[in-house]
Structure formats: C-alpha cells, structure tokens
C-alpha cells in the first residue's frame, strides 16, 4: 500500500501546476468577453451555465489526466492504440482531427482578436485597424511557439492566472452583488430570450475540447505513478474551480456595470468600466493589457494543443522541435491570423468562436468516454459507473444544446 513519506506535502506544493495550466488556457480573451457579455446582456441569469461548466470540465479533465498517468499516452496516441482496423483509425482520425482543427482554428481567432483590440485600446490607436494589430499578435505568439520552451510558457500562464483571479475577483467583492441574486442565477436554470449563443459560448470557452489532449500530456510530465492520481485530481478541482470562480466574478462585474443600464459593450475600453470600482480611471489601461496578455497566452496553447492531439492520433513524435508538430501549430496560427484580419466585429466574433467549440465538445468527448471504459487502454483504472453517468450527462447536455445553437443561428427556433 502506498504511503506518503514526511517530504509528501512539499512535493505535492511544488508538483501543483498542470490543472492551473488548464484554467490558464481557458481564462483567454474569449472567457473574459463571453462572460462580459453574458453580464451585460442578460444578468445573473446564466451563471448556472458557468455552474455546470465547472463541474464538466472537472469531470473530463479528470478522465484526461487519469488517462495520462495510467497509460503514459495522451489521448490521441489512447485513440489510435484503441481503434486498429484502417477504416475505423481513418474515420476516427478524420474527426478527431477535423473537430480540433475547426475548434482550435476558431479558438485562436478569438485569442488573436482579443490580443489585438487590447493593444489598439492600449495604444490608442483606433485610427490603425484590428487587422494591423493582429498581424503583430501573430508574430509575437510566433516567436515564442518557435523558442519551444513548454516551462516558460506554463509559468506565463500561471502569473497570468493569479493576477486576473485577483483583480476580477477583488471587484466582484467591492461591488456587492446581492447573495440570493448571485444564487438563483447558479442554480436556477433560465435561458433569456436571444442567450442562447451566450450561453453556448460560456460552455465552450470553459469545457475546451483541447485542453483534454494537452492536460493528458502535461500530467506526465509532473506524475509518474498511478499513486499520484488523488494529487492530480486535487490540482484539476482547484485550478478549475478556480478558473470557474473568475468566470463569475467576470459575469458579476459586468452585470453590475452594464445589465439594466441600456449601454452596450463595443469594445476593450467598455469591458474596462466594469473594473472601475477598484482601478478607477486605470480600469480601460488594465483591461487592455490583461485582454493582450490573455489573447498571446491562449493563442500559443490552442495550436500547440492542436499539434499534441493530432501528433498522438497520427502516431508522430511529440517533439515540439520537429517539422510535422510546428506545420500543424503554424496552420493553426495562420487561420487565426487570416480570419483576425478580414473584417468581423471583435467582440461578436470572440463569442461566437466559444460557440462554435461548445458545439463540438461531444465529438471529442464521446471518444474520451470510450476510451476511459476500454480495458485494453486503461486496464483496471477504466471509468466505473458513476464517471460514466456523469460522462455521459455532460455529452447529452452539450449534444443538446449544440442542437439549440445551431438552430437558433438558422433562425429555426
């Protein structure tokens, strides 16, 4: 039986990182603009998306790194090992490759958009396009996808965690929303005329189908024994209940700032004013940069998770150093860049991006559940049962409301 020795709780402190890189990855510009929105438009009403959020992706993002410590596999080299026969590793490559690559492509427009609105507010240039900007963004997150340093970016990600946890939070606190308010929008379900996208896009810019191919990576690197699954599932809970708290304090902030008020969000200055209880006059300079260095975070982890997931399901070398691995993160960051530049209006554009990925979430996270009840993968460690009706709750919710979205966006319902 495995048994701590004294030096247990020092290692646990310092092993505490892959879960933080997670949140870091969703806590983007698209996180910070879907639940800006969200807020302004329509309340307290949809927290109870954010609610159900948190607890999906505890749920998959648990599947993910049991997956990685068990087999010492991410999940595409999990998928490939899992279907053998050419026709059913062609098909599943197709989709899994097609889902991440739409996904991702659609995530990083958002990343690179939110980057660029952020300095052009910075800067105060509003007579130099988005475009312009983003093309600067490209080249920035470029540089550092091609330095290769996976330690470097984490650490990014976590500083970048820890400073929008504080500040959205502390104003969440200094504003007082009222407590029954803040409760019956977690846990009464409403969907508001016209929030359906919203809620679509606060779903998917928290349950990121990617990050369940790079958590999967990225716990190896930290865990070696399945003795270390209990520490791995403490760092996930906290990290995204974490990341799950600064959604809402994102949500609070706003709704006090805009909902009810008859003013509209166009852009990086008005996201800035629902920070203004605790920064002031500073609050547009803040939400500029903190929009900047979320967008360049997030915009080096979508394609690199996009170059994990289909490393592994191709059977290549995960070698961020080779050929195949960046001509995959560069076509992701090239579509980001080309749709960043042709003309959308940012903030309407960012949601729709998380959107679009919360509608996508069953394709990989059906082959995620399959894979965790697999014997042949996972061993003794497959899903028991109450993994897999959880599992399979998720799905069917985000099937459903995938369907919502997509016949709300034909003008069906």
Not at 28 to 46: E, K, N, Q, R, V
Not at 62 to 81: C, N, Y
Not at 118 to 141: H, K, M, N, R
Request: hydrophobic share 55%; aromatic share 8%; with cysteine.
């Amino acid at each position: 039986m495995y048994k701590a020795n004294p030096q247990s709780k020092k290692r646990r402190i310092f092993r505490f990182g892959p879960g933080a890189l997670v949140t870091a990855a969703f806590i983007g510009p698209g996180t910070i603009t879907t639940c800006s929105m969200a807020g302004a438009g329509f309340g307290y009403a949809l927290l109870w998306g954010l609610v159900f959020s948190v607890i999906a992706t505890i749920v998959l993002q648990e599947m993910s790194a049991r997956l990685g410590i068990i087999t010492r596999q991410g999940l595409g080299e999990a998928l490939r090992k899992q279907f053998t026969a050419p026709a059913s590793r062609i098909i599943t490559a197709l989709l899994v490759i097609s889902a991440i690559t739409i996904g991702n492509g659609a995530f990083e427009t958002g990343n690179i958009l939110g980057a660029s609105i952020g300095l052009q507010a910075l800067f105060d240039s509003p007579g130099l396009p988005v475009s312009f900007w983003a093309a600067i963004t490209g080249a920035a997150a470029f540089v550092l996808l091609m330095a290769g340093s996976y330690r470097l970016i984490e650490k990014v990600l976590i500083v970048l965690v820890i400073i929008m946890s504080l500040t959205f939070l502390t104003t969440a606190i200094i504003v007082s929303p009222l407590m029954s308010d803040l409760l019956k929008g977690m846990f009464i379900l409403s969907l508001p005329k016209g929030s359906v996208i919203a809620l679509a896009g606060l779903i998917g810019t928290t349950v990121v189908p990617y990050n369940l191919f790079l958590h999967a990576s990225a716990v190896q690197e930290r865990w070696k024994n399945p003795e270390d699954l209990p520490e791995a599932r403490m760092d996930i809970s906290v990290s995204v209940i974490l990341g799950g708290l600064i959604s809402m304090a994102i949500v609070v902030t706003s709704a006090m700032a805009f909902f009810g008020t008859g003013s509209t969000v166009t852009g990086a200055a008005d996201l800035g004013r629902q920070l203004e209880p605790l920064l002031g006059d500073k609050a547009k300079y803040f939400i500029s940069t903190g929009l900047f260095a979320a967008g360049i975070s997030s915009s080096i982890t979508a394609p690199l998770a996009a170059a994990y997931a289909t490393a592994g399901i191709m059977g290549w070398k995960r070698d961020m150093k080779s050929w195949r691995f960046r001509m995959i993160w560069m076509i992701i960051l090239l579509v980001g860049v080309v749709f960043s530049m042709v003309g959308f209006k940012p903030l309407e554009a960012i949601v729709f991006a998380q959107a679009a990925n919360g509608i996508l979430l069953p394709v990989i996270a059906v082959y995620l559940l399959f894979v965790m009840n697999s014997r042949k993968i996972m061993g003794a460690s497959k899903n028991r049962l109450l993994s897999n009706i959880a599992g399979v709750l998720v799905v069917l919710t985000a099937i459903g409301l995938g369907i919502r979205t997509i016949l709300h966006i034909f003008g069906i319902i």
